[in-house]
Structure formats: structure tokens, C-alpha cells
């Protein structure tokens, strides 16, 4: 990868976080990690944070404001629509798959188990954002 990512993660849990990041950084050590671990915290760093993110992910079950809401939210507005969501969830579930889908979020990973997964994950999800594809997340 030679472009240089700025990639939001929210996430309540501080070691999945701490992962993504690590992995992020092997991609290329010039990208940005921004965390928050809820998404009313993320909708607060967004609005107060000068530049966009190049992607978020996004984890569902969480305090204050779970993701299905904080999507529901983002996609409301103008000033974030063209910020690719991607699920980012120990959920394997189908439905939930499809109806974050239907909110908005444009690909679904379930959280590997191995840093190397998620590193070939993050790749392909990157990717493709250079290819100008859509991406179709119920085929995970």
C-alpha cells in the first residue's frame, strides 16, 4: 500500500482496538489510527476532528450508543455519507450482516482470531477503495 490511510476503529473492547491498530501500522507505519470506544464518542471525534477518515469500522455491540445506531446516524448525514463503513464484529450472523448492508455499511468482517487474517482483510478492504469497487459484503 502506498497511500497513506487515516482508519477509525470503534470499538469497546481496548485489546481489539489495540490489534487493529498494530495491523494497520504493519500495512504501512505512515497510516493513522483514530480510536473510539463508543459510537457516541466517535460521532464526537468526528465532528470535532479537522479531516475525515479514509474508512471506519465499525464493532456493533457496544455501551452509550452501539454501531446500528452510530450507522444509522452517519448515514444521515451529508457531511460523512461518502466515508466507507465496515463492519468490524465477532458476529458471524447472517441477518445481521444484511441489515447493516441495508444501513449503509459497505463490507462485513468478523473478527479474525489472527493478526494476519485481519492483515489480508484490511488489504482487501483497502484495495478496493483504490479500485472503485463496490464492494458486496453479504458475500463473506
Known sequence: MTRNLSVFIIDDDE???????????????????IEAS???EALQLLHNHGKL???????LNMPRMNG???LINIKQSE???SIPVIVYSTSKIDVDKEETR?????????KPNSMQVLRKELEFVFAL????????????
Open 15 to 33: 485489546d481489539d482496538r489495540e490489534m487493529f491498530c498494530e495491523v494497520v501500522s504493519e500495512i504501512n507505519n505512515a497510516n493513522t489510527c
Open 38 to 40: 463508543n459510537g457516541y
Open 53 to 59: 477518515p479514509d474508512f471506519i469500522f465499525l464493532d
Open 68 to 70: 446500528r445506531q452510530f
Open 79 to 81: 457531511a460523512f455519507t
Open 102 to 110: 441495508q444501513l449503509g455499511a459497505e463490507y462485513f468482517i468478523t
Open 129 to 140: 477503495k483504490y479500485k472503485n469497487s463496490v464492494v458486496d459484503n453479504v458475500s463473506k
